[in-house]
């Protein structure tokens, strides 16, 4: 962790490539299993920014690491904590739908291989799942029809098609 903090005395100040550096530390520290210190910093990040640092790459990698949380949460059974942080994904990355992020922010590609462009669409997928694990039908569909109304046709297509298929 000390090359980060190192490579940003080379930034000269400049407050995004300090920014981009704080959030790869915290993507390497939740590879290290330090998943809440991780999580704690992206928060931090997302709430105590200046006005003339990018919000969207805090909301990136806020989103990625908590659906990646959502993984380990299911595979331990939890799934009311899975659906938390699905929740958490989905409020995070509810704007992604409107913008072309991976192609603005194909850093994130380029470093760690993320499919930004099905980000959004994977966090829904993977929160109606957990709340259909939980036994929460009703919710699970609610947000299903939400997630219609946002999409696309193309989206769309491809939600039926991932919801109509066995899991």
């Not at 330090?34 to 006005?51: P, Q």
């Not at 704007?95 to 829904?124: A, M, R």
Request: glycine share 2%.
């Amino acid at each position: 962790m000390t090359a980060f903090d190192i490579a940003s005395t080379f930034t000269n100040e400049d407050s995004n490539p300090n920014h981009l550096l704080f959030l790869i530390k915290a993507l390497f520290l939740f590879s290290a299993n330090e998943h809440w210190d991780a999580i704690i910093r992206i928060e931090e990040l997302t709430c105590h920014s200046s006005s003339d640092i990018d919000p969207i790459p805090s909301r990136i990698v806020k989103a990625y690491l908590r659906v990646q949380i959502r993984i380990i949460a299911l595979k331990g059974k939890r799934y009311n904590d899975a659906i938390d942080h699905s929740t958490v994904a989905v409020n995070a990355s509810n704007f992604f739908v409107k913008i072309e992020i991976h192609s603005k922010y194909e850093v994130f590609t380029e470093l760690f291989g993320w499919n930004l462009k099905s980000l959004w669409q994977t966090t829904i997928q993977q929160r109606c799942l957990a709340l259909l694990n939980a036994g929460r039908h009703g919710e699970a569909l609610e947000s299903y029809h939400s997630v219609m109304e946002k999409s696309d046709k193309t989206i769309k297509a491809s939600l039926r098609a991932w919801f109509s298929s066995p899991k």
